[in-house]
């Protein structure tokens, strides 16, 4: 199986409780000088954007999200949308108690 460009670092694949959370990824230093991310979107079961903030450091990607109470159970996207329009899409799981 192909690896992609990025990597998750501290995504969790359950996340329980409404808050504010953060992710970490990196860039496999081959690609970095290439990989130009133009957005990163954070979208719910419903494909509804959440509350989110980007952040790069080099090869470290950081992703900032806000599940509320809200928010719908099931399976919610990181998508990093680069400038050559390729994307990178990483799931998670929204289960409320």
Excluded: N
């Amino acid at each position: 199986m192909k690896r992609g460009p990025i990597t998750p670092v501290s995504l969790s694949e359950w996340y329980v409780f409404p808050g504010e959370y953060s992710a970490k990824f990196k860039v496999d230093p081959r690609r970095s000088q290439e990989l130009e991310i133009e957005d990163v979107l954070v979208v719910d079961a419903d494909g509804a954007s959440l509350p989110s903030s980007f952040r790069r450091w080099g090869t470290k990607l950081h992703v900032g999200f806000s599940l509320a109470g809200t928010t719908p159970d099931g399976v919610c996207l990181i998508d990093f949308v680069c400038l050559d329009g390729s994307r990178e899409r990483f799931k998670f799981w929204f289960i409320k108690p």
